[in-house]
T-cell receptor, first 113, second 117 residues
């Protein structure tokens, strides 16, 4: 079965600190994409960052970066210099090589002023 | 260029009624995906459609649920004889071509929250 697991239901961190959200997955596919989505209270799903499994280099987008460990099937998200606007649900997801995304159950992140 | 538009944003139905959820894809997008988000859970794939075609409906419940994406007009997700367990947020996403998740050209709408009372 192809699954995405987020083992941290909730996390909180002081503003300006760094936080890392964990994600593991299981698949027998070799070519796939991994994603982190942010869902603020408005419910909008916002793509934060994506990683192509065949690329060894970790993706970065400004304050957001990933630690992709393909052999370990791990895909964690690091948020540096956290801001109040980062407060949201964060979902890890993968397409596992096909057209549909499989999501984890999410991590509720709270940035404390 | 307006984003993916879903309406209504909130929908309340009594048990046994029908719910119709609409999704207007971004201009130039001919592929639509529907997902359901139960409370405190991630999104789960329901169906993938192109104009006038259902490509993959492997996530759709076998009964009461149907989806269409006509040549003209929005995509419709229809739920007949709703039950309390259908209460959820329903999201659609659109892309200009297949493989939307591979090229970051797939975008989500803001969702419709369905409440069955």
């Amino acid at each position: 079965a192809q699954t995405v697991t987020q083992s941290q239901p909730e996390m909180s961190v002081q503003e300006a600190e760094t936080v890392t959200l964990s994600c593991t997955y299981d698949t027998s596919e070799n070519n796939y994409y991994l994603f982190w989505y942010k869902q603020p209270p408005s419910r909008q799903m916002i793509l934060v960052i994506r990683q192509e499994a065949y690329k060894q280099q970790n993706a970065t987008e400004n304050r957001f970066s990933v630690n992709f460990q393909k052999a370990a099937k791990s895909f964690s998200l690091k948020i540096s210099d956290s801001q109040l606007g980062d407060t949201a649900m964060y979902f890890c997801a993968s397409n596992f090589g096909n057209e549909k995304l499989t999501f984890g159950t999410g991590t509720r992140l709270t940035i404390i002023p | 260029n307006a984003g993916v538009m879903q309406n209504p944003r909130h929908l309340v139905r009594r048990r046994g009624q029908e719910a119709r959820l609409r999704c207007s894809p971004m201009k130039g997008h001919s592929h639509v995906y529907w997902y359901r988000q139960l409370p405190e859970e991630g999104l789960k794939f329901m169906v993938y459609l192109q104009k006038e075609n259902i490509i993959d409906e492997s996530g759709m419940p076998k009964e009461r649920f149907s989806a269409e994406f006509p040549k003209e007009g929005p995509s419709i997700l229809r739920i007949q004889q709703v039950v309390r367990g259908d209460s959820a947020a329903y999201f659609c996403a659109s892309s200009p071509q297949g493989g939307g998740w591979l090229n970051t050209e797939a975008f989500f709408g803001q969702g419709t929250r369905l409440t069955v009372v």
